[in-house]
């Protein structure tokens, strides 16, 4: 602040002034006491303003600073995960080489479980099959096998046993045959039955 003005006095004014008397010096004190702590209250804002700017300061060189170790910082952290990150996809590359020149064998092994699987459940199938052709009954089993073609026998033991029943067949047909000839001629010719029977 500027120092207040100074007013000329004359020696007019200073007999008038000590006329007024101690009214005008209690002012005079009550100024004075204002300007002094007027003064008091610029130097205090002027060294508030002063710690303000050097507060300033020292914040605005911290904000910087912590900047440039926040640079550093990231350019540390590149310079240490980069590599790491090549390294671990060199080596991911490695295991896929590795697994992509193991997959032809692992899908040769793949298919020969899966045929070994394949045959174990046809066999499985082939034994169910017999045991449920062994539990049935002769008559059954001969009847599939002379009518049917789904029977699990050879074809040998097939055409055997169709033989034998063609040979039964005609031989029972034959004795059909002639005993509905000696029926027909019994009846034509009126023969009796019983004790009178021709010989």
């Known amino acids: 602040m500027s120092p207040s003005p100074s007013y000329p006095f004359d020696a007019e004014s200073a007999t008038n002034m000590e006329s007024s008397g101690p009214l005008l010096e209690t002012s005079l004190q009550r100024s004075a006491a204002y300007e002094h702590e007027l003064k008091d209250l610029e ?4 060294e508030g303003l002063s710690n303000c700017r050097a507060l300033e300061g020292i914040i605005r060189d911290s904000f910087t600073s912590i900047k440039r170790k926040y640079r550093r910082a990231g350019q540390d952290t590149l310079r240490m995960s980069v590599p ?62 002379i009518f049917t073609s789904k029977s699990p026998v050879s074809w040998r033991w097939r055409a055997t046993l169709r033989t034998l029943f063609a040979i039964m067949f005609m031989a029972v047909a034959w004795m059909v045959w002639v005993a509905l000839r000696g029926v027909t001629r019994a009846h034509r010719e009126r023969l009796v039955w019983g004790e009178r029977l021709p010989s």
């Open 43 to 46: 130097e205090k804002l002027l």
């Open 84 to 145: 790491q990150i090549d390294d671990e996809l060199a080596e991911s590359l490695r295991i896929l080489a590795e697994l992509e020149a193991r997959l032809p064998a692992i899908r040769t092994q793949a298919a020969q479980l899966q045929l070994v699987y394949d045959s174990g459940r046809q066999k499985a199938e082939a034994v169910v099959q017999d045991l449920r052709w062994l539990n049935r009954g002769w008559y059954e089993r001969s009847y599939e096998v």
